[in-house]
């Protein structure tokens, strides 16, 4: 199953660590597979029935077995915390705040209103009615909504910052199309709260860096989901809002440069656009010493370059990415670039090469990326997308409708992600009509 593999537990991570989680919500076993399921059905990820998940809580409390990572997000998002904070247990690192469910997030500050209450139905993006509410973010039209307090707390930033970390942890499992309306959302409000409401000057540093998190991810799931002004106007946000952050700036021009080499495939203009956005993050990032962030800046620059088809520029970006991580993990490493891994970098080499013109090699690599066990479902489906993609281009058919089968029926299960089809379209384009392969696709994208 995709993404579920048997993959390893959290250092640190034991079964006592995890009861003491459950007890600090003073949840029973049962209301933890509760849980664990209502998180399950928001975010289109299939787990086991109620009583088969009983089960599996009371293995793993007692260190019978270890947590797939499809678990082990979904414990995150139930938490509303980063998935490294689960290691630390409830009295951990800034758990001095003791969040409710993240998910329903009570911080009285009209987030129910604001966001809606959307049932599983919605979980995909209906474009028409969602290009509406984007006009107002596009337009810059935000008016105070009803219900912002007239004063922020810390507590209040710290609640706002746990569901952009649950809102991360999900999108590595569903994509940006099942995260697109709650990211939004969330940054509608904190960017309200942060023109409208009254708070001291250092939470107000806070709130301003918690509101460029949250417009970067809201950002991230636009483009994921295909919207790329919205996505363009929301990665703006972010890295205008990082303010003297060189860490958000670095993320934010980042993200920047991430769509803008999506976008290269129709203007050769924007792959020089990533660059230079990545030139701006590595400025900002230049005196920290994060391996992981200079080899994520490291890693992109491959891509770009391999749509201006600059061999040497890719070489030696995917080898300084590879020395940045042989630098090991450094206390400096954000908790968001934790994606950053060998494998990750890999997938940039095997996308730049396909960007390059060089298909076979490409396919070559992503087989390699594939091989992986641990990666998260939507990045599965992303890189066998771009599998199928580099078959296609090489002149092998029947391989290239093996791997764009295995993709739709991540589709048509748990992964919601337009670029991921985005990827698959030239499989689509050279398949007759009536294909089995034509049909699942079209469906696939009318829904």
């Known amino acids: 199953m995709i993404g579920d593999a048997k993959v390893r537990a959290m250092p640190g991570f034991d079964g006592a660590t995890l009861r003491a989680w459950r007890r600090s919500r003073g949840w029973d076993v049962p209301e933890v597979a509760r849980q664990l399921r209502h998180a399950a059905r928001r975010t289109g990820v299939q787990v086991a029935n109620h009583a088969g998940l009983i089960r599996m809580i009371y293995a793993w409390e007692r260190g019978d077995h270890d947590l797939s990572e499809r678990y082990e997000l979904l414990y995150a998002a139930v938490r509303g915390v980063e998935p490294a904070r689960l290691t630390h247990g409830p ?52 008016m105070p909504p009803a219900g912002i307090p007239p004063t922020v707390a810390a507590g ?18 569903a994509g940006g199309n099942a995260q697109l309306r709650e990211a939004t959302g969330y940054y509608k409000m904190a960017r309200a709260v942060l023109d409208h409401s ?29 919207y790329h002004q919205l996505a363009r106007t929301l990665l703006t946000e972010a ?32 792959a020089r656009e990533a660059l230079r956005f990545l030139d701006m993050a590595g400025a900002a990032a230049r005196h920290e010493p994060s391996p992981r962030i200079h080899a994520l800046i490291w890693m992109r620059r491959a891509t770009a370059s391999g749509m201006l088809h600059d061999d040497v520029t890719i070489r030696q970006a995917i080898a300084n990415a590879r020395r940045e991580l042989d630098r090991g993990d450094h206390p400096s490493d954000p908790q968001w670039a934790g994606f950053v891994d060998y494998t990750e970098v890999t997938a940039h080499e095997a996308m730049a090469r396909l960007n390059q013109g060089e298909p076979d090699r490409a396919a070559v690599v992503f087989r390699e990326v594939l091989r992986d066990a641990t990666l998260p479902p939507r990045n599965r489906a992303l890189y066998t997308a771009q599998l199928a993609a580099s078959l296609q281009a090489a002149g092998d058919r029947t391989e290239a409708i093996g791997a764009g089968l295995q993709v739709l029926a991540a589709v048509e299960d748990t992964v919601r992600s337009a670029r991921v089809l985005r990827e698959l379209r030239p499989v689509r384009q050279a398949t007759d009509p009536g294909d089995e392969f034509a049909a699942r696709y079209d469906a696939a994208l009318a829904s």
Do not use: K
Request: one cysteine or more.
């Open 91 to 142: 009295a951990g690192p800034g758990a001095e705040h003791n969040l409710a469910q993240s998910q329903a997030l009570p911080l009285n500050l009209g987030l129910a209103d604001a966001m809606g209450t959307a049932g599983a139905e919605e979980d995909d993006v209906d474009r028409r009615e969602f290009g509406l509410a984007a006009i107002g973010l596009l337009a810059g039209t935000f």
């Open 156 to 173: 209040q930033v710290r609640e706002l910052r746990a569901a952009a970390a649950a809102i991360w942890a999900r999108d590595r499992l």
């Open 198 to 226: 009254s708070y001291t000057s250092i939470v107000g540093a806070e709130l301003r860096a918690v509101t460029s998190e949250l417009a970067a991810c809201a950002g991230f799931a636009a483009y994921d989901a295909g």
């Open 239 to 270: 890295a205008l809002l990082a303010a003297e952050d060189p860490l958000l700036s670095a993320r934010a021009y980042g993200l920047l440069a991430l769509q803008s080499n999506a976008l290269a495939v129709a203007s050769i203009g924007r």
